[in-house]
C-alpha cells in the first residue's frame, strides 16, 4: 500500500508564501496523476490543482496565477508552492495519487497538513 506524506503547511499572514511537499513511498509514475486537495472547516473538500503522469496541470480558479504545482521524479515528490496567500487558503491540505483504468480509478490520500493564513 502507497503512503503519501505532506509536510509543508503552518501559519503565515496574508500575502505570504508556503510551500508544500508530498513525499510518495513509490514511484509518482505509478500513479495517473497526483494532486492536492483542501478541505476548510465546514466546507467539502476541493481539488487545488494537479498533475498528470504526462506533465498536464490544473488548477482552481481560485488559486490561478498564485499556486503552482511541480514534481520532482528522482525524489518521488509532488510540492505546491502557494504565494500570495489569503485569509480563504486557510485549509488541511491533502496530496493525493490517483491511479485510473477505463472502468475506474482508485485514490490515495495523505493524512493533510493545516495551512493557515492570517488576516
Known amino acids: 500500500q502507497v503512503q503519501l506524506v505532506e509536510s509543508g503547511g503552518g501559519l503565515v499572514q496574508t500575502g505570504g508564501s508556503l510551500r508544500l511537499s508530498c513525499g510518495a513511498s513509490?514511484?509518482?509514475?505509478?500513479?495517473?496523476?497526483m494532486g492536492w486537495y483542501r478541505q476548510a472547516p465546514g466546507k467539502q473538500r476541493e481539488l487545488v490543482s494537479a498533475?498528470?503522469?504526462?506533465?498536464?496541470?490544473n488548477y482552481a480558479d481560485s488559486v490561478k496565477g498564485r499556486f503552482t504545482i511541480s514534481r520532482d521524479n528522482a525524489k518521488n515528490t509532488v510540492y505546491l508552492q502557494m504565494n500570495s496567500l489569503k485569509p480563504e487558503d486557510t485549509a488541511v491540505y491533502y496530496c493525493?495519487?490517483?491511479?485510473?483504468?477505463?472502468?475506474?480509478?482508485?485514490?490515495?490520500w495523505g493524512q493533510g497538513t493545516q495551512v493557515t493564513v492570517s488576516s
Open positions: 498533475i498528470t503522469r504526462g506533465g498536464s496541470t
Open positions: 513509490r514511484s509518482i509514475f505509478s500513479f495517473s496523476a
Open positions: 493525493n495519487g490517483q491511479v485510473s483504468w477505463v472502468s475506474g480509478h482508485f485514490d490515495s
